[in-house]
C-alpha cells in the first residue's frame, strides 16, 4: 500500500493528492495550469485495523475477582479444631 501525498500550486492554488511510493520523485508540475507545485505537510491517516480480532474490549483491564469474605464462624465449620477457637 503507497502512501498519499498531498500537493498545492504555487501558482493557482489547486490542491490534489497522488498515491506514490515513497521512493518515487515528488510530483513538480501541476497537473491543472503546469505551475509549480510543492508538497504539503500533512498529519498522515489513523491506523485502521481490518479484520477480525480487533476489539475495544482486548485491551481492558480484566475486574479482580471479587473476593469472598468468611466470617470466622464460616471458617471454622469444617475446622479439626473448631472447638478450640470458640474459647
Known amino acids: 500500500m503507497s502512501p498519499t501525498y498531498n500537493y498545492e500550486c504555487l501558482e493557482c492554488g489547486y490542491e ?3 498515491f506514490q ?6 510530483v513538480k508540475i501541476c497537473p491543472k495550469c503546469k505551475g509549480k507545485v510543492q508538497k504539503l505537510i500533512s498529519s498522515g491517516s489513523g491506523i485502521i485495523f481490518k479484520g477480525s480480532g480487533f476489539y475495544t474490549t482486548d485491551y481492558r483491564k ?11 464462624k464460616s471458617a471454622c465449620e469444617n475446622c479439626p479444631h473448631k472447638e478450640e ?3
Not at 511510493?21 to 515528488?26: A, F, Y
Not at 480484566?62 to 470466622?72: C, N, T
Request: charged share 55%; glycine share 0%; hydrophobic share 15%.
Open 16 to 18: 490534489f493528492e497522488k
Open 21 to 26: 511510493k515513497m521512493s518515487d520523485e515528488p
Open 62 to 72: 480484566k475486574p479482580a475477582p471479587e473476593k469472598k469474605e468468611e466470617s470466622p
Open 85 to 87: 477457637h470458640k474459647k
